[in-house]
DNA sequence: AATCCATGTTTACATGCGTAATTGTTCGCG
DNA sequence: CGCGAACAATTACGCATGTAAACATGGATT
């Protein structure tokens, strides 16, 4: 089963340092999302049931560790993305957005050099 | 309202080509999709609803035509996955590809080249 | 011990989606 | 003109999702 996006805001909170409590992830989501603290333990019992994350006890409250990696899941998501509007091609993808003006004088310098590299790999 | 994924499959068909009758669809998404008659005009209908086809009474059937174009479709989903998971900005998305080592010879030599056009532009 | 509070678990409910069966409508034909 | 075939529209239904209220439980407090 897929990662539903409102889950994946909590696999953020997650990825970004773990273990938590369920209540500092609240504290950290809750605002920015208008979230109750039942949302958020909702979420984390989907996860849990997904085997996205995992529960370990401290006394009477549970500290919550992704068992998914961060890694693992922007694979997936990208990928979804590359082959359903791109043919699976990265170039497309990057076409479109240069079409977009969507690529930052970062972003260039960033592909040149990202460019450049693989240059040199291949000595 | 978003365009699901199965909706997005109808889209597709009418993208390639429109006008298309129901039928028409059908026989193009049907059998890869092991969907019925019923499933793609439930799709259709949907889309109606979203104002992403415009349909067009001709004898006793109806002729679809998309009102949402590809490239608005792709914006909105690539940008979202984009702002979801890269921070917004196109070169971390390459670069994981590119640690993903699913950079194909063909995607560097045309990324090569869109970054000299973009060069060039440049004046 | 009875109570309260912090936490987690269960249940709920509206909405969207995937998939289709059922029902309605309009032509063409006998 | 009435009927059957061809279409479309409506309704259905189970499951996922977003959101949360209600319930349970195990310490902490009086």
Redesign the pocket.
Known sequence: ???????AVVMDVLWREAPR???EILAEVGPA????E??V???L??LLKKKAVQ?ERD????LYTPLLAREQYVQQESKGLLDRLFGGRVAPLVAHFSEQRKLSKKDIAELRKLLKELDDEQH
Chains 1, 2 share one sequence.
Not at 1 to 7: G, K, N, Q
Not at 33 to 36: E, H, L, N, T, Y
């Open positions: 089963m897929a990662i539903s996006e409102a889950e409590t369920a209540e999302q208008g979230w109750q039942g949302t333990k909702s979420l019992n989907r529960a006394g009477r409250r549970y």
